[in-house]
Nanobody, 123 residues
Framework: QVQLVESGGGLVQPGGSLRLSCAASGSIFSSYAMGWFRQVPGKQRELVAGISRSGVITNYADSVKGRFTISRDNAKNTLYLQMNSLKPEDTAVYYC????????????????WGQGTQVTVSS
């Protein structure tokens, strides 16, 4: 039922930063745990980070731990991913999605996949 639109991607140099946003509509945002995913052509989509409904609990893929920060603003119905110290291997299309609980990630998703936002890290 929830609809999601990703934005904020772009081209950055290695070591640079980007902040992705995911705008939610069509349902009560605070009722959903949220997650960021990424996909490279020819590879399976992977969960990058998840955040609980309240924002108290977060988890991260080992590959981004310490560099990425997931957060949410329930008053604005928006999910964020702050990406620092970007590496070329972070290049991917980034998507957000929702689940009733953070424990359901990476499966049990509540929204269809949107268009995502392209992140390219290159010199």
């Amino acid at each position: 039922q929830v609809q999601l639109v990703e934005s904020g991607g772009g081209l950055v140099q290695p070591g640079g930063s980007l902040r992705l946003s995911c705008a939610a509509s069509g349902s009560i945002f605070s009722s959903y745990a949220m997650g960021w995913f990424r996909q490279v052509p020819g590879k399976q989509r992977e969960l990058v980070a998840g955040i609980s409904r309240s924002g108290v609990i977060t988890n991260y893929a080992d590959s981004v731990k310490g560099r990425f920060t997931i957060s949410r603003d329930n008053a604005k119905n928006t999910l964020y991913l702050q990406m620092n110290s970007l590496k070329p291997e972070d290049t991917a299309v980034y998507y957000c999605n929702a689940a009733r609980s953070i424990t359901l990630f990476p499966r049990g998703l509540s929204a269809s996949w949107g268009q995502g936002t392209q992140v390219t890290v290159s010199s």
